[in-house]
């Protein structure tokens, strides 16, 4: 279908703000008399605290409250009765700690399908290098940083678990005293008769592939500014992707009623799932109402941030599949081992999802996903960009190469033997898929990076440098249906000029949510994009009900309430015009700022005297508005693929990405310039992820050992190549204007790809990421490679 | 201990006591309410906090701020015109597709701009080095390049016999 602002490269909504420096972040707004807050991290990996002295912190001037697990109650006991903050300086017993999910799903009604709640706002037993004894809150930083070196806390250390081998180990201490040898879930499914898939099989393949952990880094940390309103209700503008859901989680810590809680989102510096949970909030609205409800801020370092938030999960995959000689796989088992550190947040849901995803991109006769997300006393792994998807696709691209290798089978009609097609339903979940552009995306990214004429060129390289051919393929999905509830909301009011404020739910973090939203608005009303005010912030106060920025599900999740307010008002002003003109509404349409005939496209009157009308006549005056929520009871499947070509070095383990494309179906692109953005930055940050990036820990004391932007080694611009973005617009019946995800897509199949042109370049297969320099060395060293 | 300084921003003059303690960026930030230049890491690894002194970009959260004493600071808000028409370097940011988030946009804005104001060619790897600096997590740098190539127009060198070219490490 042709449209007008749909599927063109406008210019993001808020370009200008950033651009100028006139955005603002959390760090940007103060209250006057607005104090500081820190928090004391624990030093062992696992301890007991046996007992905190704060008085030297307390007797400091300048200090203003010292907290310890023991304030916790109290101050939770004072907010929880409306009128009696003061009450916070009184010694109130019989109040237990509270435990609280962090984790941003929506809400369930269901007990069943809560996160565990294991999460104290500071505790009494540190689980990580990090985790949360005390908090101070002074008059400035530096008082505060002084404090906390005044906290004298007496330690009980335990043995520290910092793998899951140690922790799943017979006789291994339980890090939560409820979940089994340190078994945080382990549901996974099986498809079919597993065993005799394999059995009938003419060949029998397995392997076995691991994953890293590593850090979002998003520019901006972690950061949050509290205080306590006049109405006694607490008010925290956060850095956040979840705004309604943090409300409902420091509502949940605290114990109190979730309308006390009101939370404000202002421009965000990145997220990437990190900020789809519950971090610093509750300890900052517990710092506000120690000091009477007085404006605290605390803000993470990012030494703070690389430990004390999430991080993504490492995985460790054992992988069998049978294959008949023709390349049609009869049945995959698959095992994984997730670490997810200290805490719960995310990670039964990661290994779950990682193994749901994955379904959608093969089909097989028998498949069975046994998954142990496992607890250990390294900093929490939650979410971050892919979900899980980034780690079994990595594990099974890779191992699909090496059946096609193994069998001698070209590796890219190995895998379309046996993709799925259009019409394909899910045997678990029931999902359809409806629209399915991974052959067209293969083809496209075959033809881009010359894939038959260099693959012919490669042939038997004995020298230095050796280039070689990788590609993979992923599938993800739009947002979390059938597993959580998926609501969109979105409000529009239209002004006299006929220019609409549009408010949202869903969250702006970077990703380009807001100028996509007003392309579909512009669209669907025939106005110009300037006509369309997106209000960015989000303030559960104001904002539509939406739960936020995860799960690439708001362009089609969102997207569905937005398109639909829209309607609503366009359906509005054409019976405005139709009650002014008796020219039936149904032969009516909105163009370039008029009310036109539809067929004819002859203009019947500006869209402003219709606006004008909505707000004046004296008789059937008002305003044009519309406020929609939208269920999305449904998925819609985007799928992709990376081709890659690198070049190795034997003598230095160096490998050099010379080209990569990746060509995504994320059906109806709205925005190409945006999207092509997206496929940038997920393709680099999965650069990272295949080659140089892994936070390291001392294996034997937990403690990290690169939590800084120096060590940790992200990518800067002189380490990624050209990246190639293509689309196969394949649109989706089910989305607004055909879309489908794409926010995290691009950063599934790059490593794979990589990891193939590697093996294809030097015959030797890397089977854990990183593949940095050190690793590569020493592994072409063990295969004999390495001259000299 | 407070130090008097002497220093000007976006072509203002100022003179006030600082406490030796503080960098410069805490002084644009708390005191002249120039938020533009943003905190990131706090140890000069990241780029978000630059702007730039006499004319050179440098990292903010490191520099004290009485080192500033007697220079003249220019940052992100002291870029676009008086009636916000954007820079060349802003406008190419913005037509360009180089922003997301936002986070480190100001320092490369300035970072570019002081190249471009300094009238030299570059090549395309040592625009890259010049900018290298700065860490991004949202864009895989692709439009940053090509924004602050827009930007250098006419001084960027591409035959391969330039001086420029040979004298860059790829």
């Known amino acids: 279908m042709a449209y007008t602002v749909v599927g063109k490269s406008v210019s993001r909504a808020d370009a200008v703000a950033k651009v100028t420096g006139k955005a603002k972040y959390t760090d940007d707004f103060s209250e006057r008399g607005m104090l500081v807050g820190k928090i004391l991290h624990s030093p062992y990996a696992h301890a007991l605290v046996k007992s905190i002295d704060v008085s030297k912190a307390k007797a400091l001037p300048g200090v203003e409250a010292v907290i310890t697990h023991q304030d916790i109650p109290k101050i939770r006991y004072a907010t929880a009765i409306p009128g009696v ?5 009184t010694d109130e017993v019989g109040v237990a700690e509270l435990k609280y999910a962090t984790a941003g799903h929506p809400f369930s009604l269901d007990p069943s399908h809560r996160d565990k709640e294991d999460r104290y706002i500071l505790t009494q037993r540190a689980r990580f290098i990090g985790d949360n004894i005390a908090a101070v809150v002074a008059t400035d930083a530096l008082t505060a940083s002084k404090a906390l070196k005044l906290i004298e806390v007496e330690y009980e250390e335990l043995e520290a678990l910092t793998t899951t081998e140690a922790a799943l180990k017979e006789g291994a201490p339980l890090i939560h005293d409820d979940c089994e040898r340190n078994i945080l879930s382990s549901a996974g499914y099986v498809i079919g008769d597993i065993e005799q898939a394999l059995k009938e099989s003419d060949h029998l393949i397995e392997g076995e592939y691991e994953t890293s952990i590593v850090q979002h880094c998003h520019l901006e940390n972690q950061i949050s500014l509290a205080y306590v309103d006049s109405d006694r209700r607490i008010v925290i503008m956060t850095s956040t992707q979840i705004p ?11 114990g109190i009623s979730w309308g006390r809680v009101r939370v404000i989102k202002p421009y965000v510096g990145g997220g990437f799932g990190n900020k789809q ?3 610093v909030e509750p300890l900052n609205a517990v710092m506000s109402l120690a000091v009477g409800g007085r404006p605290v801020k605390l803000e993470l370092s990012r030494e703070e941030a690389m430990i004390d938030t999430r991080t993504r999960h490492a995985f460790k995959f054992k992988i069998k599949t049978g294959v008949n000689s023709d390349g049609k796989i009869n049945g995959i088992q698959i095992e994984a081992v997730s670490n997810t550190g200290a805490y719960a947040s995310h990670g039964h849901s990661i290994a779950s999802s990682g193994g749901g995803k994955f379904r959608y991109l093969y089909q097989t006769k028998a498949l069975k996903y046994e998954p142990l997300t496992v607890f250990t006393n390294l900093p929490v792994a939650g979410a971050m960009r892919g979900y899980g998807t980034p780690q079994i696709f990595f594990a099974f691209e890779s191992h699909i190469e090496d059946i096609s290798r193994k069998l001698k089978l070209d590796p890219i009609e190995l895998r379309k033997i046996n993709l799925v097609e259009t019409g394909h339903v899910d045997p678990l979940n029931q999902t359809v898929i409806r629209s399915c552009g991974i052959r067209e995306c293969i083809d496209k ?5 010359k894939w038959d004429a260099k693959k012919a060129l490669y042939k038997e390289q004995k020298g230095v440098k050796r280039r070689g051919l990788g590609m993979a393929c992923f599938s993800y999905a739009s947002g979390t249906y059938p597993v959580a509830l998926e609501l969109g909301g979105a409000r529009i009011v239209m002004n006299q000029d006929g220019s609409v404020q549009l408010q949202l739910g869903a969250t702006e973090i970077g990703q380009g949510s807001d100028t996509v939203f007003a392309q579909m608005v512009a669209e669907v009303l025939g106005i110009p994009m300037h006509m369309v005010h997106v209000i960015s912030t989000q303030d559960t106060d104001i904002s539509p009900f939406d739960t936020g920025s995860y799960a690439s599900r708001q362009t089609y999740v969102s997207g569905m309430a937005v398109e639909k307010a829209a309607l609503e008002v366009k359906r509005k002003v054409l019976a405005v015009a139709h009650s002014m003109t008796d020219i039936p509404a149904h032969l009516l349409d909105l163009k370039q700022q008029h009310i036109v005939m539809k067929e004819s496209g002859e203009r019947v009157m500006e869209l402003e005297v219709a606006a004008m009308q909505s707000y004046y006549d004296r008789v059937h005056a008002q305003p044009i508005t519309s406020d929609v929520t939208n269920n999305a009871r449904i998925n819609a499947i985007p799928y992709g693929v990376t081709f890659a070509e690198v070049e190795v070095d034997i003598k230095t383990g160096k490998i050099k990405i010379l080209e990569i494309f990746n060509v995504h179906d994320s059906g109806k692109i709205v925005n190409p310039q945006l999207a092509e953005g997206q496929v940038h930055g997920g393709v680099g940050m999965a650069i990272g992820y295949a080659i140089s990036e892994q936070l390291l820990f ?18 800067t611009i002189m380490d990624i190549p050209e990246i190639g973005a293509a689309f196969v ?3 989706d019946p089910t989305g607004p204007f055909g879309v489908k995800a794409l926010g995290e897509p691009p950063i599934i199949s790059p490593a794979p790809a990589i990891r193939n042109a590697v093996l294809d370049a030097t015959g030797v297969a890397f089977n854990r990421i990183p593949m940095n320099p050190q690793r590569v060395f020493e592994k072409f060293k063990e295969a004999g490679l390495t001259l000299n | 201990m407070f130090k008097r300084i002497a220093f000007t921003v976006n072509g203002k003059a100022y003179d006030f006591e600082v406490d030796v303690r503080e960098s410069l960026l805490e002084v644009l930030r708390n005191h002249l309410g120039l938020t533009g230049a943003k905190q990131g890491c706090g140890v000069g690894e990241c780029g978000a906090c630059s702007v730039l002194i006499d004319g050179v970009p440098h990292d903010t959260c490191i520099f004290l701020a009485v080192w500033a004493d007697g220079k003249d600071i220019r940052t992100i808000e002291g870029v676009a015109g008086i009636n916000g028409e954007l820079s060349q370097v802003q406008q190419a940011f913005v037509e360009e597709g180089a922003i997301q988030c936002g986070f480190c946009t100001p320092g490369l804005v300035l970072t570019t701009t002081a190249l471009k104001e300094s009238g030299k060619d570059y090549t395309r790897e040592e625009l890259k080095r010049e900018l290298s600096g700065h860490l991004c997590r949202c864009t895989g740098y692709q ?9 250098l127009e006419g001084h960027i060198c591409t035959c391969e016999d330039s001086p420029h070219y040979k004298g860059a490490i790829i």
């Open chain 1, 85 to 89: 903050i003061e009450a916070i300086a």
């Open chain 1, 244 to 254: 309604h859901i943090v409300r409902r989680i420091v509502a949940q810590a605290l």
């Open chain 1, 277 to 279: 949970d519950v971090t």
């Open chain 1, 445 to 449: 990214g075959k033809e881009l990076i």
């Open chain 1, 698 to 715: 001392d294996e034997k004391t937990g403690q990290p050992l690169n939590n800084n932007l120096l060590d940790y080694k992200l990518p």
């Open chain 1, 729 to 731: 617009e394949k649109e």
């Open chain 2, 143 to 151: 439009n940053i390049a090509k924004a602050a190539e827009k930007s």
